[in-house]
């Protein structure tokens, strides 16, 4: 018996003592006033295990030896770094802590970093139409961005009551009908969006700006999907301005979608050229542009500026025995953790098998929330995984690789070779 389980047994015998002391007086004066001894017997017996149940009750919520010193780690923590169930506890902590940001945004709207920081979540957790609609708030939302530019977002002063008023006195008020589409967009009110849009349509009204948003909304009310009419509304703002930023984004993730990537290749290079030096979107450009140059089987563009500090870099094959395995439609996964610090990975890759050996590239510009990122942290572990559902859960049998623990300071490409399997 430790030490603490002995002091808790303890308090619970001299607890018992003392409550004894008490309850005899009060016991004897009662016992008299019983005129059976039997009853007086059951009553005794069934007050002890009253008393015993309670002294039982105590120790088990209070004198257990975790309630003095260290607490009980929670599941993700028990998990973390124990092998293949690691990359289980991260997933779901990544679930919760994406349902919380989520949570957290719907309540104070939060900046555009915050909603990119919520879409790759939702990416790494293969929930694509939540990530499209994430991406869709970002456009609304201040502050700087790491992905898709933003067009004349709503006046956050303006009231919908009054430009409401407007369009009913005066259906051909192009200002109170583009007013309304943005304050709906923003309000994640799709199809009130697409109503107001339709007038500016019909008002031949519409500029490279909206045009851009509208295709917006219509891939957010398609469930992320930017073909069909959105396709349609994307070449329209081209058709207006060839240099749109984010109609250019708009058409290279369609062009990705559809496995064009030779086409999506050219749309990202064409969008980085548009873009201003400084811009926070250039990383996660880049990052778009190696991995269109990897899916299209052409050699790595190194004339793409990388402006990410702290990177790692690398290549991911697999051993030749378990090449059979992998089907079409099979999503790697390729992610930084921490090595002494359980949680969330640092940074993440997901990507579909195309062939081999995929390059890769992880910087901060690929983490999953704001407070872990791959700078903060000295010593890492890379793995790679395999998934054939494209889930971000590990299941059995899909096939992975890690990483012995990496300086990130060192600066050397790691070559990671996928040869077990997640039993």
């Known amino acids: 018996m430790s030490l603490q389980s002995s002091f808790w047994y303890l308090a619970g015998l001299l607890s018992g003592v003392a409550a004894a002391f008490v309850l005899l007086p009060l016991w004897r004066a009662f016992a008299q006033k019983l005129p059976r001894p039997l009853l007086r017997y059951a009553i005794a017996a069934l007050a002890i295990m009253v008393l015993g149940a309670a002294v039982a009750a105590l120790y088990n919520q209070v004198g257990q030896p975790n309630a003095i010193g260290e607490p009980k780690r929670t599941m993700v923590e028990a998990h973390a770094g124990a092998g293949d169930g690691a990359a289980t506890g991260q997933a779901q902590s990544i679930e919760q802590e994406a349902a919380k940001l989520g949570e957290r945004l719907e309540k104070t709207g939060g900046t555009r970093d915050d909603w990119l920081l919520l879409a790759q979540s939702y990416d790494f957790l293969g929930r694509s139409a939540d990530a499209a609609l994430a991406r869709s708030r970002a456009d609304n939302a201040p502050a700087g961005s790491q992905t898709q530019p933003t067009t004349a977002p709503a006046r956050s002063d303006a009231d919908p009551k009054d430009l409401e008023r407007r369009v009913a006195s005066n259906a051909r008020d192009a200002d109170a009908w583009l007013g309304l589409a943005n304050l709906k967009r923003q309000q994640r009110d799709y199809a009130g969006a697409r109503t107001a849009f339709d007038h500016l349509i019909a008002l031949k009204a519409m500029t490279a700006d909206s045009w851009a948003d509208y295709a917006d909304v219509l891939g957010s009310q398609a469930g992320g999907s930017l073909a069909g009419e959105a396709a349609r509304a994307i070449d329209r703002a081209l058709a207006l301005d060839p240099r749109h930023p984010k109609a250019l984004w708009l058409k290279a993730s369609l062009a990705h979608s559809e496995r064009h990537y030779v086409a999506a290749l ?43 500090v702290t990177t790692l870099t690398g290549t991911v094959s697999i051993d030749g025995k378990l090449a059979s395995r992998v089907t079409p439609g099979s999503v790697l996964f390729i992610y930084a953790k921490a090595a002494d610090s359980p949680g969330p990975p640092l940074a993440v890759m997901r990507m579909a098998v195309a062939g081999w050996p995929v390059n890769f590239r992880l910087d901060d510009s690929m983490a999953m929330m704001p407070s872990r990122r791959l700078s903060s942290f000295d010593r890492v572990i890379v793995e790679a995984r395999i998934s054939t559902s494209g889930q971000a859960i590990p299941a059995p049998g899909d096939l992975f690789a890690v990483s012995p623990v990496l300086r990130v300071t060192d600066g050397k490409a790691l070559k990671l070779v996928i040869s077990r399997e997640v039993t």
């Open 266 to 308: 050219a749309l990202w290079k064409q969008l980085r050229a548009v873009m201003p030096a400084d811009s926070a979107d250039l990383r996660i450009i880049d990052s778009n542009i190696a991995e269109a140059t990897q899916l299209a089987g052409l050699p790595p563009d190194t004339a793409a500026a990388t402006s990410a």
